[in-house]
C-alpha cells in the first residue's frame, strides 16, 4: 500500500491521541479506599481522615483518598480479609483483632499491663512495637503505626460497676480476642463476643446487658441511649493499628511509601492529641446527658488487677518466654526513666 501524505497526518493523529490518553492517565489520580468501622466523629476515623488528606497533600493530588465510616464495607474482620486478598487498601483496628497474626498484640492488650498514655506511646513507638509492626507483613498487612483508642471502661444496663465482683453476671460484649473473653470470665462475667456494628442494636435489643468501652467510643457511639451505668475501670489500654494491604504497598514507589509513612507518623501525632483532649471533655458531658458515671477506686482497680493476674500470666506464657521477657525489660526501661 502507498503511504501518501493523508496516511502520514492519520499516522501523527493517532500517536497524538494515545500520548493524551496516556498523559490523562498519568494524572487522574488513584483513590486510597479507607474502611472503618466506626462513626464519622468518632477519634479512629479523624485519624483515618488526617492519614488520607496527608497522603493527598503530600502526593500533590496523585493519590487521593476516601474513607468509608461506620462498617459500610464490612465489620472489622471482614475488612482485615479484604485489606489481605488487596480489594480495600487501608483501615485502622484495634490492635486485639490481630492477635491471631501477631500473638505478641496480646501482650498489649493485657489487663493492667500499661498504666497511663505515656509509657503506652513509649513502648508503642519504640523498639518492640516496630518489631509487633514488621511481623504482620507476613500475612499480607503493611502496618504503618499505632493510634490511640484510648484506656477502656466498663458500660452496663444492670447496676453500678464499684467492685469487680459486680460484673458477676452480666453479659458483656467484647471484640472478637481470646484476651478480652478470659479477662471478662475471670470476673464473672458472660463475655459476648460480636462486632462492633452490632453492638448498639444489641443492647436496644437487651441481647446483651453492657460493654467494655472507650471514653470516645460511648461518646460517638450514643451508646448513653441504651446504657446508664458507666464506671472507670481503665482495666485495659487499646492500641489501635494501621495497617495498608500489602497488594497496595507494593505497588507504591519508594517515594510513595515515603509519603505514606511520613503522612502516619503525622497523622497518628495528630490523633492522639485529637482523642486526649476529647477524652478530657467527655465526662462532664456524658454526666450531662444522665450517665450515672463511677470512679472505681485506686485500691479496687488493685483488686481488680489481682484478680487478673491469671489472665496475664497465661497470656504472657502464650507468647513464649523471651517474647515476654523483651516486651516487659523494655516497660521497664521506659518506666524507669519517667521525668
Known amino acids: 500500500m502507498k503511504f501518501t501524505p493523508k496516511h502520514a497526518f492519520a499516522a501523527v493523529m493517532t500517536i497524538g491521541l494515545a500520548f493524551a490518553l496516556g498523559s490523562a492517565a498519568a494524572q487522574t ?18 485519624g483515618a481522615q488526617k492519614f488520607g488528606d ?4 503530600k502526593s500533590a493530588g496523585k493519590i487521593k483518598a476516601r474513607v468509608y465510616p461506620g462498617a459500610v464495607l464490612g465489620n472489622d474482620v471482614q475488612v482485615i480479609g479484604s485489606l489481605q486478598g488487596g ?13 491471631s497474626l501477631a500473638k505478641e498484640y496480646n501482650l498489649f492488650v493485657l489487663p493492667g499491663v500499661l498504666h497511663d498514655a505515656r509509657e503506652a506511646d513509649a513502648l508503642l513507638d519504640g523498639p518492640f512495637g516496630r518489631k509487633v509492626r514488621e511481623s504482620l507483613e507476613a500475612h499480607k498487612l503493611v502496618a504503618l503505626a499505632h493510634m490511640e483508642h484510648g484506656f477502656k471502661h466498663i458500660a452496663n444496663n ?14 458483656i460484649r467484647v471484640t472478637q480476642t481470646p484476651t478480652l473473653i478470659d479477662t471478662f470470665a475471670r470476673l464473672g462475667a458472660n463475655p459476648v463476643p460480636m462486632p462492633f456494628n452490632e453492638v448498639y442494636t444489641a443492647l436496644e435489643q437487651g441481647a446483651i446487658d453492657g460493654m467494655e468501652t472507650t471514653l470516645a467510643t460511648f461518646d460517638s457511639g450514643k451508646f448513653n441511649e441504651v446504657q446508664k451505668n458507666l464506671t472507670l475501670t481503665a482495666h485495659i489500654y487499646d492500641p489501635l493499628v494501621l495497617l495498608v494491604s500489602k ?4 505497588k507504591l514507589s519508594a517515594e510513595e511509601r515515603k509519603i505514606f509513612t511520613d503522612s502516619a507518623t ?11 483532649e476529647k477524652e478530657a471533655k467527655l465526662l462532664g458531658e ?14 479496687e482497680k ?13 497470656y504472657s506464657q502464650s507468647v513464649g518466654e523471651a517474647t515476654a521477657r523483651e516486651f516487659n525489660a523494655e516497660l521497664e526501661k521506659i518506666r524507669k526513666t519517667r521525668p
Open 29 to 46: 489520580p488513584r483513590t486510597l479506599r479507607i474502611a472503618v468501622s466506626t462513626a464519622a466523629d468518632h477519634p479512629l476515623t479523624v
Open 54 to 57: 496527608l497522603v493527598g497533600d
Open 87 to 99: 480489594t480495600i487498601d487501608a483501615t485502622i483496628v484495634t490492635s486485639g483483632l490481630l492477635t
Open 158 to 171: 444492670k447496676r453500678v460497676v464499684s467492685k469487680w465482683e459486680d460484673v458477676d453476671g452480666i453479659k
Open 247 to 250: 497488594t497496595t504497598w507494593d
Open 266 to 276: 503525622e497523622a497518628t501525632a495528630f490523633q492522639r492529641r485529637f482523642n486526649r
Open 286 to 299: 456524658l454526666k450531662q446527658r444522665g450517665v450515672a458515671v463511677t470512679e472505681m477506686g485506686a485500691g
Open 302 to 314: 488493685a483488686r481488680m488487677r489481682d484478680r487478673l493476674k491469671v489472665v496475664v500470666e497465661k
